[in-house]
């Protein structure tokens, strides 16, 4: 591959730009986004991606990191997470959409604390592309019957009557769901 050559294939950028386009962003955050999809090389040498979404703080990222690492043993699957994507991006929303439209899966782990991944959740069910390609690890805890919200508890139940809701309690439980993703 030469130094002028993108190791994105064309079709991915094509549709990145339009999409950027539509937009009306400035010249440099559409650079700085076509930059990012360039880091993503390994989601286009490898037959399976995963974007993994969930909890950054110090607890739950473990357990992110745990589920990241399990995929990460397959053969030919590539596994991340949204911050292992560098640049300074204004609209997250917008450099969610442009990893998930590439990526074949898109997995969240589920836990009640703080800050959860609640927007993302909203549109994994609220596109057909995007919920037809989830799966939400999602932690069930013994003392409580309602540990999320409603609005979640719906975005569950959706994922329960695809067959794409996998429940765990312990990091054992957490790992043995991970390897049931296709």
Not at 18 to 42: M, V
Not at 69 to 82: E, G, I, K, P
Not at 107 to 131: H, I, M, R
């Amino acid at each position: 591959m030469s130094d002028e050559e993108s190791p994105v294939p064309e079709e991915i950028l094509t549709s990145a730009k339009e999409r950027l386009d539509a937009e009306e962003i400035s010249l440099a955050d559409n650079e700085e986004i076509l930059h990012a999809l360039t880091e993503l090389t390994p989601v286009y040498e490898n037959d399976r991606s995963y974007f993994v979404l969930g909890n950054y703080d110090r607890e739950p990222i473990r357990r992110l990191n745990l589920v990241i690492d399990r995929l990460n043993r397959r053969q030919d699957a590539y596994a991340f997470r949204m911050v292992d994507i560098h640049g300074e991006w204004d609209n997250s929303i917008q450099k969610f959409c442009l990893i998930a439209d590439i990526v074949t899966h898109l997995v969240g782990v589920a836990e009640k604390e703080p800050s959860d991944f609640l927007v993302e959740q909203g549109l994994l069910v609220g596109t057909t592309e995007y919920f037809s390609k989830s799966h939400v690890l999602k932690r069930e805890y013994e003392d409580e019957s309602h540990p999320f919200g409603w609005m979640q508890d719906g975005v569950f139940e959706l994922f329960e009557r695809a067959d794409r809701l996998y429940r765990w309690q312990t990091e054992e439980e957490l790992v043995e769901t991970t390897e049931e993703l296709p």
